[in-house]
């Protein structure tokens, strides 16, 4: 699960470095988001890991401050909740 069809992103920026080893995550980076209308100005970062079902997602959100770790744990807890609610 991705972003839009019709968004680009552009300028990616890895943070490689903030990665754990051995993590579920398989991408942290930041980029510019673009459509055929028009680009962002903002920087957005992506992390893109591996759920439970070893299938690959991706988010987009403006957090800089947590580990790519602890974005991906934040979601999969999310997730479990909803799951468990319906």
């Known amino acids: 699960m991705g972003p ?4 680009q992103m552009n300028r990616k920026k890895s ?3 903030r990665r754990t ?3 579920s995550v398989i991408a942290d980076f930041t980029c510019r988001l673009k459509t055929p209308q ?3 100005k903002q920087r957005h970062r992506v992390v893109q890991f591996l759920d439970y079902e070893s299938q690959v997602l991706s988010f987009i959100t403006s957090l800089m401050n947590v580990t790519a770790e602890e ?4 979601y999969k807890s999310r997730w479990a909740i909803e799951s468990f609610f319906r």
Not at 4 to 7: E, S, Y
Not at 71 to 74: G, T, V
């Open 4 to 7: 839009k069809d019709n968004i």
């Open 15 to 17: 943070l490689q470095g």
């Open 21 to 23: 080893e051995g993590a």
């Open 38 to 40: 028009k680009q962002t």
């Open 71 to 74: 974005m991906a744990d934040m």
